[in-house]
């Protein structure tokens, strides 16, 4: 669902701020910044950092490959390790009754279990291998306009928090109100009436 | 500026009340709307469209699928006080042909399908391609702001209350 596949999925937001001077060289420090980095402890869940689009297993952010035409394009990259419960289910029910038959006792406590239980996950994180996820970013400096590859909520909520991370400004998500609000060029008096009104009626 | 999360829930019902109107001027006032695109574009309904409707806490929605005549129950849900949630758009400037859903809560785009761009066979034809590719992805979305600016200037406006008419008379006179 990329920028460049045949059918794509497009969020838009509105830079909220500006972009410290030399624009691309603040661009590429946040980008470098937060390159993704391999999952490094075992127990590590999830990563979640910036890559580059044209290759985005062995990102490379340096100089300015990120700069295409009048925009800049690039990709969120999320890594994330996904425990199947089932298989936790199974693991922590065989643990709980080694245990169980080892010290001769008909229960466990419920700290016990919980216990077994992240020992289990800690285990079972260091053999699963983290699946990646590539999203699409291109941001329009210009028009201080950024579309996101994707309509997922989870995956906007991570673009909009590593975003304000790396480039010290927000995205405001366009959807209809900050889209009026925000773009479509409303004076004071049309704002103060868009902030006042109600729903229409199309029927009776 | 309004709190983002505050207006997201106070307005929601903007992005209804748009994709509604939108459907009514598609079908009774296209020249409006390729006014308000600011190019020669075409644009009409496809193959998919979610009504819903709202009452107290309850929402009910209808998901209309296939052609023209079976868009014929989605006027009949309207009929019923639903409004657009979401709908799939089809755009034509010449001989090109953009398709994508259009949802009225996120304004976001989905399943967009662009004109045919060339394949990448070479690394170095990447940034022409997505030079390419990007400039399809822009049309729609700009024509797509300037409707819905014109929209919102209409909205905003003394004439809304004549379009809710013409619309009302649309749902209304409507007869399977």
């Given at each position: 669902?990329?920028?460049?596949?045949?059918?794509?999925?497009?969020?838009?937001?509105?830079?909220?701020?500006?972009?410290?001077?030399?624009?691309?060289?603040?661009?590429?420090?946040?980008?470098?910044?937060?390159?993704?980095?391999?999952?490094?402890?075992?127990?590590?869940?999830?990563?979640?950092?910036?890559?580059?689009?044209?290759?985005?297993?062995?990102?490379?952010?340096?100089?300015?490959?990120?700069?295409?035409?009048?925009?800049?394009?690039?990709?969120?990259?999320?890594?994330?390790?996904?425990?199947?419960?089932?298989?936790?289910?199974?693991?922590?029910?065989?643990?709980?009754?080694?245990?169980?038959?080892?010290?001769?006792?008909?229960?466990?406590?419920?700290?016990?279990?919980?216990?077994?239980?992240?020992?289990?996950?800690?285990?079972?994180?260091?053999?699963?291998?983290?699946?990646?996820n590539i999203y699409d970013i291109l941001w329009n400096v210009e028009d201080n306009m950024v579309w996101l590859f994707s309509t997922q909520g989870a995956i906007k909520e991570e673009l909009e928090s590593l975003f304000f991370e790396s480039f010290g400004v927000s995205l405001i998500p366009l959807f209809a109100f900050t889209e009026a609000e925000l773009t479509c060029g409303l004076s004071e008096s049309d704002l103060d009436r868009l902030a006042t009104l109600s729903p229409a009626l199309f029927v009776e | 500026?309004?709190?983002?999360?505050?207006?997201?829930?106070?307005?929601?019902?903007?992005?209804?009340?748009?994709?509604?109107?939108?459907?009514?001027?598609?079908?009774?006032?296209?020249?409006?709307?390729?006014?308000?695109?600011?190019?020669?574009?075409?644009?009409?309904?496809?193959?998919?469209?979610?009504?819903?409707?709202?009452?107290?806490?309850?929402?009910?929605?209808?998901?209309?699928?296939?052609?023209?005549?079976?868009?014929?129950?989605?006027?009949?849900?309207?009929?019923?006080?639903?409004?657009?949630?979401?709908?799939?758009?089809?755009?034509?400037?010449?001989?090109?042909?953009?398709?994508?859903?259009?949802?009225?809560?996120?304004?976001?785009?989905?399943?967009?399908?662009?004109?045919?761009?060339?394949?990448?066979?070479?690394?170095?034809?990447?940034?022409?391609?997505?030079?390419?590719?990007?400039?399809?992805?822009?049309?729609?979305?700009?024509?797509?702001?300037?409707?819905?600016?014109?929209?919102?200037?209409?909205?905003?406006?003394?004439?809304?209350?004549?379009?809710?008419?013409?619309?009302?008379?649309?749902?209304?006179?409507?007869?399977?």
């Amino acid at each position: 669902m990329g920028l460049l596949s045949s059918s794509a999925a497009v969020t838009r937001y509105l830079v909220n701020g500006k972009i410290e001077d030399p624009v691309l060289e603040t661009i590429r420090n946040g980008l470098e910044k937060r390159t993704i980095l391999e999952i490094g402890g075992e127990s590590q869940e999830k990563a979640v950092g910036w890559t580059s689009l044209e290759r985005p297993y062995l990102p490379d952010l340096s100089g300015s490959s990120f700069v295409v035409g009048p925009h800049i394009v690039f990709s969120l990259r999320i890594d994330k390790k996904t425990l199947p419960s089932k298989v936790v289910k199974m693991q922590c029910t065989v643990e709980m009754e080694r245990r169980m038959a080892e010290t001769g006792r008909e229960f466990l406590s419920r700290e016990e279990k919980k216990q077994i239980r992240e020992h289990v996950e800690l285990v079972l994180l260091s053999r699963v291998p983290a699946v990646p996820n590539i999203y699409d970013i291109l941001w329009n400096v210009e028009d201080n306009m950024v579309w996101l590859f994707s309509t997922q909520g989870a995956i906007k909520e991570e673009l909009e928090s590593l975003f304000f991370e790396s480039f010290g400004v927000s995205l405001i998500p366009l959807f209809a109100f900050t889209e009026a609000e925000l773009t479509c060029g409303l004076s004071e008096s049309d704002l103060d009436r868009l902030a006042t009104l109600s729903p229409a009626l199309f029927v009776e | 500026m309004i709190d983002v999360s505050v207006s997201f829930k106070r307005y929601s019902f903007l992005g209804l009340e748009f994709l509604t109107w939108l459907w009514w001027a598609t079908e009774e006032d296209s020249e409006q709307v390729t006014r308000a695109a600011g190019e020669p574009a075409v644009l009409y309904v496809g193959n998919r469209i979610v009504l819903e409707k709202t009452q107290r806490e309850d929402v009910e929605r209808v998901t209309i699928k296939g052609d023209a005549a079976q868009m014929d129950e989605g006027i009949l849900a309207l009929k019923k006080g639903a409004q657009v949630r979401d709908v799939n758009l089809i755009m034509e400037i010449g001989d090109s042909k953009w398709a994508f859903n259009l949802n009225s809560e996120t304004m976001a785009f989905s399943g967009l399908k662009t004109p045919p761009t060339a394949p990448v066979r070479v690394v170095d034809e990447m940034e022409g391609a997505i030079i390419e590719k990007a400039a399809f992805i822009e049309k729609p979305l700009t024509i797509m702001h300037n409707i819905f600016k014109h929209f919102i200037t209409l909205r905003i406006s003394p004439e809304w209350k004549d379009e809710v008419l013409k619309v009302r008379k649309w749902i209304m006179e409507f007869k399977a």
